[in-house]
Structure formats: structure tokens, C-alpha cells
């Protein structure tokens, strides 16, 4: 008997391995041989990529379950050799919209096909990596791997199976439904295997059908709940193991454990091996890989490296603990469920025989479901006691959900300690706030699983009360298959490898054009000619009824899609030698387009395009396909907009931002730069209408109000920016839609830091380019010109990843390509190529951002080195200036060094005037990475990761003293005046030295959490400190004193910076403040970046500040009347801006893209009106060095000598000398 159901239990099942595009994980294309690893790609799938009732499966969905790519082997399976066994594990996917997809998999080796191995001329009798996978929406994992493995033993089973196996995949998929949560049990059977499957009530815990078992079996209790805190606080996390199934099963299980939130970020348990470079992403992730994937060239700076193999967990900043009573509470309950004996072992049994306890009916038992439950609401438990009272206050406003501060003073008397840092930590999170989010827009009625266990504990009953009855039996469900045991089917079927489904005519004729063109064997013998499209007589038409008419003109649109979708389909296989603008298709498409009044050419023309994109075409152009697809959706749009057709132009622009064409030097153009022209992108009308549809179709209509049309109106400055509007007409529409729609003010200030993000990199990748001049060079940068371009004098660009493009590739049903739309690094040309480049551009509208005054365009040598020593990467590095060693005698010959630190453990000194020779000294001593750097006249001091400060004579180069009283890294030096050293930590303490006895003279600081910045003025004795506690730190250390806490910023604060009465810090929240010293207040907020705010400085003759962000922007504010204001951006860098040094005239920029840059701001001359106006936008790009592939991690700079070093995490030191006469 049926119960009620809920949809499929199985999505469909899909076939990944070798395909007849063969291509190498480097994207070689064709066979390179057996030793290398190739591309998978999906071979079969059932549903039908063309059952339009089915959502396609993710396009990355090959590369997931094959992570380590195709591989060739000369023999197969082998019974005594167990590398060639099949393997199989599970893996999760995660869509755009958070939801996941679940996949059983069985990798296994399989004979290459003939076809295959004939065209591309592989080895006879090879074999390679093919993969089967079960997909569901629901994470019933054991029944998915049950069924996957089953298919795969009766696939090659000798005895064979009754029915095709396509066939019993085909009656599984479509008939084995999704059992009533509580209610329903589903028998069905594999051919003779019987398998069920149920799911666990919706008011109890959420369906976890894993084994919480290989979770504590890899991690001891301290290591458990050091990953438990980090991914409660939302850290970057990367879990190694040599089995892909412990990967996915421990991040399902730590997932689970932080109930009722939920992972907020990017979710990959099982990485593929070849996107290893995305752990440097900058956000909050937590991935699975492979431990025998290399990661040694990665920075992994904050990672926290969790090894299952080895019970391991490493991390370079500092995870805050649990706070006290609820740590000995979590720890004492993990181990009486995991160590019963050894916890029970002195208590007293009671007069049944038994041990009393909270969880006993397990005790002694191997571990089971009972046990997984159990350690899921100890953990419950510890969220219960932490979050006591929580619900009193939660507020709906429009600025918070929830008070936390409030929150915090409650338990600081609760508990008569000061806020813990991880608990601020915890209640800032997305995870945290998501959940009081859904507390509020929840419909359910009935109170969720935490609250009914604080009121549970409240009364004294057993957590486990909280859950529902087991005692009600589920209704079973049978799904037979009649085509079994029938009469007179005999018949058995035998595979020697898994067989390919029954392909379509199209797909067989594309196959075989494919591999005809690898074997040289294609010839174009003819092309059939289609018949015109069938017009409508007009007499014809006078005599037919309405309905006759109507039926009449339903046949002439579907002829005209059809004869589109064969006209397309012919464009796309025109050879090189063809010319697509002189076809006979291209002629037929566009006749179809103009002629029909009624639009159903263009709209069909545009359908054709969307449908074979969701087939699985990968968009990508030759260069004449490229202009005539150009030239034809030009002209649907045009069609469109003079019929008021808003959805055909608006599915025109969504298709031309994913089509696209590469040029001789590998560089992507999308076709929706091309589309710039047309004067429907200028009409706020259609912008209005388009964001009308994405809010009306939007599959995430529950969520808050605020962020759903917040990310709405991304996608629109997404496609404005693709299609090259001017930076105030996009933000002029993006900020009337907004303002319509009553979005807060934080979410327009990071959609105005988004759009100009997303500006900053279309400018710099192809130019700034108007109606008429279509490219510009912009701030001296390479724009990556098409073949048809005006100039193509420009050196080739090279390809680099830009930290926000990663994310979409794994969680977007897009192309891959699309993910590179803008992530290719733009290499800076010479002074005289950008010279040259823009006398090409003579006579156009020159750009307003085109910030290269004359005295830049001197002609002057890069006098760019390479400085070679270090072992190890890059970590600190510091410039000797005039002001530290300057002496009634004069300049010392030191002024001008460079000071650098490495993880090789140690400190060396760099002559830049020794050309050849520049190493002076390499200072050993330090036994882990040097992180600080400070000298003066006749000393160098440098802090560690072993806590040790180390003081060195200048001269001789010798250990002086060594300073140890930190009890975690330093991360701050400073060298004072009368011997003194001052030293901060992660430890929270600032330390005072005295340098002549060896000894801490005074704590004169602590912070609640590590410092990460320091600024200390001589002159006053005011020292400012900030780090992890989000708080900025004013100490008059003369007068032994804490003047001020400077609260405001929300996240770390990773810069600061003091001149006078004025303190300027950047923080993580992606916002600066002005603090005033003496009065303790903040005078001004600089909110305008879109990322993290990494450096500041302060113009002391311009009273003006410079913030350089994680964006790559660099931006100038200047105060005005009421307030502070920003009077220029300047986007020459493409990657997080990590060091500013501005003098009296000139300003020195690094990046962390290898990138310099060199400002100057010209002096007035005597009766001059330079005045007048802003003094900040005064700043001029002077000059910037051609870039070199590296990733930086310190930068350093001398105005003096107009010098400019960085250190990379290879090792190198890259110093330019801007050599000029002034």
C-alpha cells in the first residue's frame, strides 16, 4: 500500500570518465600519454539531460567525484592486488541556493572504448578511471551506497541480470519514492537484493544517516573539540586523510554536531585535487583533501589543518578555548559515552547492579545509531547551558537581531568572569545569526529542539526526553518491479564493462564528429540545406476561423524554434575555413530575427541558445562564431526593445554573459562586452523589470527580507559591470532600486563597495572604454584587446586567481568558464609601452581615471632586482630609515637597509646600493618563523613564533640578548629611545625592555586577545595597541595608566596608526575609523570598501588618510565640513593592498599581487592657486614596475631612495628602484 510521499528518492544516476573530448587536468587537449591525468567528464545519465521535467545535475559534478582526474592502467581488476579493487565513498555538494546534494560513488577501472582508443591512439587493451553515482537530495547514505554497489555487482555479476541495467536503474530512479518523514518505510529491491529506506520525524534531530564512530576514532576529546570551537567560530578549515570517505564523513559529522546552526560558508569535503589553490581563499571554508595532495607552495596562513590520519590539528593563529564551566561539563560527557570502563572505574554500583549516570543504556555496548545520538545531545547540551537566557534578548530591529552585549554582561555576572573571547566570537557569527534569523521567520509552531532541552534541564529530565517516540511502527512501503519474474523471461544479461546508455541520433552523430576530428578523418562533404520557414499565406489566413488561426500559428512557431535550433546547431559546426557571416545559416537566423514582427525569431533564436546551454555546452566560440553570435544577439535585442519585449532582452543578456571566445593569448571575451552600445541598458525601466523577475523567481523567498534583495541586485551589478557601464549610471539604478525596496544602510554600503570591486576589475581587465572609444588603457595596465581590437601591440596577460572567484565554481549550476569571466591578472606594461598605448588612443575621450600625469613619462630604467638567500617564505621585513639612525654626525651608510625575517628561522640584512652583493648579514638564532622586525643606530631586534624577542649588535652582527616573557608569538617590535624595546604578542600582553639588563621592565598593556598591530609615539608616551578583541587600546605608559578603550570596529583590527591627537585603525569589518587620543572618541567612520582593511596611513601635510583594503583598492579621504569624505579611488591593483608609506610628496604602495606602485603629488610652486581644492586627489600615479607572478607577503619602502621591496612566500625579495632625476 502507498503512503504519502514527498517526491524521487533518487535524482538520477550519472556515469563520469573518459569522454571523447580528451584533455588534460592543465587543459592540454588530446592523449599526452598514460603517466599523465586526465579531465572526467559525465558519460551517462538517467533521467535524460534533455527530460525537461529534470534539473541537469552540476556541471562540476565529473570533477567531484573523480577529484584526482582519469587515469590510464595497462591491466584491470585484480583480485590479489588491492589498488585495483573499486572503491567507493560519498561525497556532498553544495548549490548556490545552501542546498546539498548527496552522491554515492564506486570508482572503478573500465576498458577505454574502441572509438576512443582508435581516434587518439591509445594503447590497445588499456583501461581507465570510470566512476558510477547515485544522486538524492537526501543524505541516506547508507541506502544510496547499498544501492550503487548492488547496481555495480549486478552489472558485472557472473550470472548476469534478468533486465538491461539501464532498465533497472530507470525503474529505481522513477519509482522509489521519498518516504513521509516518521510515517513511511520503503521496501524495494535491486533485481533479488531487498533494501529499505526511512527517515527520522522532522521534530526530532535532523536526519543524519552516517556513523558518528570514524569521527572520534580519528580525533582525541582535546583535538575533537578544538575543530568543534574552530567551526563554531567559523574559521578556515582544511581536514586531510588518505580515504575520501573519512573526509566526507567527518565534515558531515562535525556539521551535525554544531546543531541547530548550520555551516554558513563554503562547504567542499572532498576537494579535487587540481583546485589545491583554493585553501589560500580569504574567506571561511572547510574543506576535504587528500593527504597525498601537496600543499607545501601554499601559504595557509590562519588554516586550521586538521590531520585525520595522524590525530593532528595545526594552525597559525589561536583558537579561543571553551569557557570554564562548560568545557569540564562537554569534556566529561564525551568521555563517559567514549570511556565508560575508565570513567566508571570508582563508582559504586547501586542495588540493581548498575552505574548511575545521564547516559547509560550504551555504556558497554559497541558503538551504534544510539551512540551517535547520544553524543549529539551532549553537544546540545553544551549549546543549552552556554546559551542560557538567550531568547530574552533577541530584538527584531532594524539594525540587530539579537543583543549582544546585553547577552555578554548577563553571563559576565553569572559567571564573575570578564567576556570570553570565544563566546564574542561565537555571537557574531553567520552561523549565529542565521539561526536567530530563522527563530524569527519560522512558521512551525512548535519550539525547537534547543529550547525544549533548556526547558528539559530546567525541570531535571534526561536530554533524551526531548526527542520523539520510537514506539509507533512505520507504514511499509512496497515498490515492486512487474517486469520481474514474468513468464517467459529467460533472458540474462552479461557486461565485461559498464555499458553506455541508449544515446540519442544527435549525441551519436556529435561523438562521432568529435573523435573524427581528433583522427583527421572529418570531411565536409555537403551541408544540407534547409527548407525556409513556413509563412502564413495572407488570403490563406482570411479564411481560416480564430481558432484555426491560432492553431495555425502555434505550427509556424514551432517550425521556426525547430528550424532555429537546427540552424544553431549547424552554425556551431562550421570549420575554420568557414566564414560564419557568409553561411547560409547564419543568413536563415538572421532573416528569421528581422522579418517576424511578432518576435518569435529573436526569443526563439535566444531559447535555442539557453537550451543547449543547459544540455552542457561549455560556451565557448571560435573567433568567427564569436562575431556572427555577437552580431545576431545585437540584433534580437534591438528587435526586442523596439517591441517593449523586456524578457527576451533580459534572457539575451544573461546568455551573452556566459558566452565567450579566447584570443591568441588565452584571454576569455564575453559576448555581453560587445553588447555595450545599445541604448536599452541606459532605461532604469529595464533594470527595475529585470529585478521585478530575479525577486519573483527567486527560489529563496523566505529568507530575510534585506538579503534577498540584496543579492538580487548583485546579480544586476554584475551584468552592468559586464557590460561596461559607467561606474555612476550603475550605481545611480542599483541605488533607486534599492532605496525603493528600503534596504538598511549596511547593506547599500557593501553593494556600493561590491559594484565598485567588480568596476576595479573589468576596468583594469579590459580598460575603461565609452560608446565610441571602446578600450582605453587605464592606470598603466595591459587590456587584454581581441584580435579585432585597434591595438594590439600589448604583451600577452598572464593568468592569476582573484581571492572572490573562487567560491561560484562549486556552487553554481554556471559553466567553469564563467568563473574566469574575470580572473585573469593584468601584467603591467613598461613606462614606454603605456606611453605608446596611448597615443593609440589619441583623439578619444580620455578617461577621468587615467591618473598618469606628465612628469611620469620620463623614460627611465624599472630597476627592478631579485634578492636571493632566504630558505623559506617571506614573513617579516623592515626598512632602516634616516629618522631611526640619524646622529648629530649626519646619515649613517645604513639608512636605506632592508631587514627581512622568513620562516627558514632567520634575520638577514640587505645594501640596495651593493648592486651584485647585496646581502650584508644573515642573523641566526631564532628556531620558528620570524614575524617583527625594528632597528635603530646600533641595534636590530626581531620577534618570533618561538615567543622570543632577539636583540643583535648592527655592526658585528651578534647575538646581544635574548628576551623571553611572551607565552605566545610575537607579533610586534619596536626599537625606543634609551635601550628600551617594546614588544607585543598573542598573548594580549605589550611588553617594555631594557635592553642593557636582559629583563621586562614592565607589562605596560594587556588586551583580551592577541595584539596584530602597535603604534607608540617617543614624544608623548602614548602607545596604541589592537588585534583579536576588536577593541583599539590608548596606554600612557609614563603614567602607568589605561587612557581609553576605543570600541566600535566589530571585527579584528589588522592596522592602526597615530599622529598626534589622532589615531587611525582598519579592520576586518571592512571599515576605518578617526579616533581623537585625548577625548576617546571616534570623529568619523570610512566605510566604502568592499573587503578588509589591511593598511592605513595618515597625510600629516594634507590632514588626510589613505586605506588600502583586501578589495585591491587604495582610497583617499579628506576631511570637509561635518564630516570626512572620499575624494579619489585609484584601482591599479588587482590584489589586497598590504603596505602604504606616505612622505611630504610621495607615497609608496605594495600589494600582495607582487604589484608596486609609486605616488606623487607635485609641490606648489610660489603664486600658485594648487590650493584651491581638494589636496588629497592631488596624488598622481608616478610609476609602477612590470609585475611578476609571486604572492606576496610583506611589503617594505624607502621614500628617501624612491624604493619599494617585497618578500614572497617563495623566498625571493623583489626590490625596485625608481632611478630619476628630481
Known sequence: MMGSVGGRLFEYVVVCGLGPELRSLDGTRGFQGTNVMYMPSLLDQFPSSKDALYPPPPPQLPTCVLPAGVEFYSSGLNPIDVSTHPRSYPIVL?????????????????????????????????????????????????????????????????????????????????????????????????????????????????????????????????????????????????????????????????????????????????????????????????????????????????????????????????????????????????????????????????????????????????????HDVELRLIFLKFFASILSGYQNFMENTAVNVFNTQAFLKKRSRLTSQPQEPMIVQFLDS??????????????????????????????????????????????????????????????????????????????????????????????????????????????????????????????????????LQGLWLRLLKLGATDDPLSSFEYGTILALIESDAEGIGGSGFVECIREHMHSGWLCRLTEEQFIAVKELLKTAISRATSRNDLSTIRDALEVSAEIYKKDSNNVADYVQRHLFGLSIWDELRFWEGYFESLMEHSSNKLSNYATLVTGQLIILASHMSGLGLPDPDAWYMIESIAEKNNIGYKQLIKLRGLLSHIQQLRTGYWGTYGRKAQTVISHGMLSPHSKDAPNESQQPAEASAVGRSWVQSMFSRETASRTNSFSRVRRWTSESGALASNDNVKGTASPKKLDIP??????????????????????????????????????????????????????????????????????????????????????????????????????????????????????????????????ASHDGCVKMWDVRTDTCVATVGRSSSAVLCMEYDDSTGILAAAGRDVVANIWDIRAGRQMHKLLGHTKWIRSIRMVGDTVVTGSDDWTARLWSVSRGACDAVLACHAGPILCVDYSFADKGIITGSLDGLLRFWEHEEGGIRCVKNVTVHSSSILSINTGENWLAIGAADNSMSLFHRPQERLGSFSGVGSKMAGWQLYRTPQRTVAMVRCVSSDLDHKRICSGARNGLLRLWEATINI
Open 94 to 370: 553544495t548549490e548556490g541556493d545552501g542546498s546539498k546534494i548527496y552522491v554515492s560513488c564506486i570508482a572503478f577501472r573500465d576498458p577505454v572504448s574502441e572509438d576512443i582508443a582508435e581516434a587518439y591512439r591509445i594503447p590497445p587493451n588499456s583501461f581507465a578511471d570510470k566512476c558510477i553515482c547515485l544522486v538524492s537530495r537526501s543524505p541516506s547514505f547508507h541506502v544510496l551506497r547499498d544501492a550503487v554497489e548492488e547496481l555495480f555487482n549486478l552489472c558485472f555479476s557472473p550470472s548476469g541480470s534478468s533486465k538491461p541495467i539501464w532498465d533497472v536503474i530507470a525503474h529505481m530512479v522513477l519509482n522509489v519514492p521519498f518516504p513521509t518523514p516518521g510515517k513511511d518505510r520503503v521496501l524495494f529491491a535491486v533485481e533479488s537484493y531487498l533494501l529499505s529506506v526511512e527517515v527520522p520525524p522532522k521534530d526530532g534531530l535532523p536526519h543524519a544517516d552516517i556513523s558518528f564512530q570514524p569521527l572520534v576514532q580519528c580525533l582525541d576529546v582535546d583535538n575533537l573539540l578544538q575543530l568543534f570551537t574552530a567551526v563554531l567560530l567559523e574559521r578556515r578549515i582544511l581536514l586531510r586523510a588518505n580515504k575520501y570517505s573519512l573526509l566526507t564523513l567527518v565534515s558531515e559529522a562535525i556539521c551535525h554536531l554544531i546543531y541547530p546552526f548550520r555551516w554558513q560558508h563554503v562547504y567542499i569535503p572532498l576537494l579535487f585535487f587540481s583546485g589545491v589553490d583554493y585553501i589560500d581563499a580569504p574567506t571561511p571554508y572547510m574543506m576535504g583533501l587528500h593527504s597525498g595532495v601537496d600543499t607545501s607552495g601554499l601559504a595557509m596562513d590562519g588554516v586550521v589543518v586538521v590531520d585525520l590520519d595522524y590525530n593532528r590539528i595545526t594552525t597559525t593563529e589561536d583558537i579561543p578555548p571553551i569557557p570554564e564551566p562548560e568545557l569540564s561539563s562537554l569534556r566529561g560527557d564525551i568521555m563517559k559515552l567514549l570511556y565508560p570502563n575508565v570513567v566508571e572505574l570508582d563508582w559504586m554500583q547501586n542495588s540493581s547492579g548498575s552505574f548511575s549516570g545521564p547516559f547509560r543504556r550504551n555504556s558497554h555496548k559497541s558503538w551504534g545509531p544510539d
Open 430 to 563: 553567520q552561523g549565529f545569526i542565521d539561526y536567530i534569523e530563522r527563530c524569527y521567520n519560522s512558521d512551525d509552531s512548535v519550539t525547537n529542539l534547543l529550547d525544549k532541552l533548556q526547558d528539559a534541564l530546567g525541570r531535571g529530565q534526561n536530554p533524551a526526553s526531548i526527542l520523539p517516540s520510537e514506539s509507533i511502527e512505520p507504514e511499509i512501503i512496497t515498490i515492486a518491479d512487474p517486469a520481474l519474474g514474468m513468464a517467459g523471461s529467460g533472458a540474462k544479461y552479461c557486461y565485461d564493462r559498464f555499458p553506455s546508455n541508449v544515446r540519442t541520433e544527435d549525441q551519436e552523430e556529435k561523438r562521432k564528429a568529435i573523435l573524427a576530428a581528433v583522427s583527421g578523418a572529418l570531411e565536409y562533404s555537403g551541408r544540407h540545406t534547409p527548407s525556409s520557414p513556413s509563412v502564413l499565406n495572407d488570403a490563406k489566413g482570411e479564411s481560416l476561423s480564430p481558432r484555426e488561426r491560432a492553431a495555425e500559428r502555434e505550427r509556424m512557431v514551432l517550425d521556426i524554434k525547430v528550424k
Open 854 to 983: 606628465a612628469a611620469g613619462q620620463k623614460k627611465t630604467q624599472s630597476g627592478v632586482r631579485i634578492l636571493r638567500g632566504h630558505k623559506g617564505a617571506i614573513t617579516a621585513l623592515h626598512c632602516v630609515t634616516r629618522r631611526e639612525v640619524w646622529d648629530l654626525v649626519g646619515d649613517r651608510e645604513d639608512a636605506g637597509f632592508f631587514i627581512s625575517g622568513s620562516t627558514d628561522c632567520t634575520v638577514k640584512m640587505w645594501d640596495p646600493s651593493l648592486r651584485g652583493s647585496e646581502l650584508k648579514a644573515t642573523l641566526n638564532g631564532h628556531t620558528r618563523s620570524v614575524r617583527a622586525i625594528s632597528s635603530d643606530r646600533s641595534r636590530v631586534v626581531s620577534g618570533s613564533d618561538d615567543q622570543s624577542v632577539i636583540v643583535w649588535d648592527k655592526q658585528t652582527v651578534q647575538l646581544l640578548e635574548e628576551l623571553k616573557g611572551h607565552n605566545a608569538q610575537v607579533s610586534c617590535v619596536r626599537m625606543l629611545s634609551g635601550e628600551r624595546v617594546l614588544t
